[in-house]
């Protein structure tokens, strides 16, 4: 077949549609409980062809800075979304809440901080747990955690049970250990989901619920976006195609935006595994914009 002939040109414009330019607006790196530096984060999306990446790391900023260096000094093409992924509560549900495009303001990190500063806590709460039970974990291994100025979760003592050489996989440990403790340690003090929003707007951004729970409903939904919430995810590793089908639609019809990405947090699910197209992050910008 020719090259410039019509037909080539139509199949070219066919696969063009069929594998539009994308983002990943779901993504976590070591500043929270990722396996990937920031510099990382951005690396691996330009090896996965990403127009736009965010880090929406766990109640933490602080890889910002270090993304968009490694984005200017390696030349790459990638829009970087700044993002976080805060831990709220809404209805006494633990609700997480997708950031994008906040400025870094006192207030902002002031917020964060206090969320942290629960996350720790909770964090050393696991850890007495484990020990009543007579799994001895690394002394050395947690104060390098503690003191490395992460946002500390239940991932990172998956890695120390790993680490000790308890389990072989992180999976094994949240399966044998942490989901069968998680009952007896309180609950994370997590932010409630109107404060988190507020904060955010004041900061000149916008919100979007996170993975959203196969209870969801339209009258739910249309809940949140009655509080202020701006976004849906609609593509994240738990969704069925029918599910992000789903909630594509309720979007449509609240007239809210969609999100989505991986939730990678490292070797486990690809960056770029899950993605929306990049007319998907412009229309977020617009409705958040109104």
């Not at 970087?80 to 709220?88: K, Q, Y």
């Not at 996350?119 to 007495?128: K, P, S, T, V």
């Not at 039970?133 to 503690?146: C, F, M, P, V």
Request: net charge neutral; aromatic share 6%.
């Amino acid at each position: 077949m020719p090259r410039r002939s019509p037909f080539t040109r139509l199949c070219q414009l066919a696969s063009a549609l069929a594998d539009p330019e994308k983002a990943d607006l779901h993504v976590h790196s070591t500043a929270s409980d990722g396996s990937h530096t920031p510099s990382q984060v951005i690396a691996f999306a330009a090896l996965a062809k990403l127009k736009a990446v965010a880090l929406t790391d766990h109640d933490s900023i602080v890889g910002w800075n270090e993304a968009r260096t490694a984005i200017v000094e390696n030349g790459f093409a990638i829009a970087f979304v700044p993002g976080v992924e805060i831990s709220t509560v809404h209805e006494s549900r633990d609700c997480h809440l997708l950031a994008y495009d906040a400025a870094p303001t006192t207030e902002l990190n002031a917020f964060l901080g206090t969320i942290q500063v629960a996350r720790r806590a909770r964090f050393l709460q696991f850890i007495d747990r484990l020990r009543a039970e007579g799994i001895a974990l690394n002394d050395s291994a947690i104060e390098r955690l503690l003191a490395g100025g992460a946002s500390l979760g239940r991932r990172h003592i998956a890695t120390l049970l790993v680490e000790a050489g308890i389990v072989r996989r992180r999976f094994e440990a949240f399966r044998r250990h942490l989901h069968r403790v998680g009952p007896s340690v309180p609950r994370l003090a997590a932010a409630p989901m109107g404060d988190a929003i507020a904060v955010v707007r004041a900061a000149g951004g916008w919100t979007c619920l996170a993975h959203p729970p196969e209870e969801m409903t339209f009258e739910a939904l249309a809940e949140l976006k009655a509080i202020g919430v701006d976004a849906v995810e609609v593509e994240f590793p738990a969704a069925t195609r029918a599910r992000s089908n789903r909630l594509r639609e309720w979007a449509g019809a609240l007239e809210m935006g969609c999100g989505g990405g991986s939730d990678c947090h490292g070797d486990e699910r690809h960056l770029g595994a899950r993605s929306i197209p990049m007319r998907d992050v412009h229309d977020l910008r617009r409705f958040a914009r109104r």
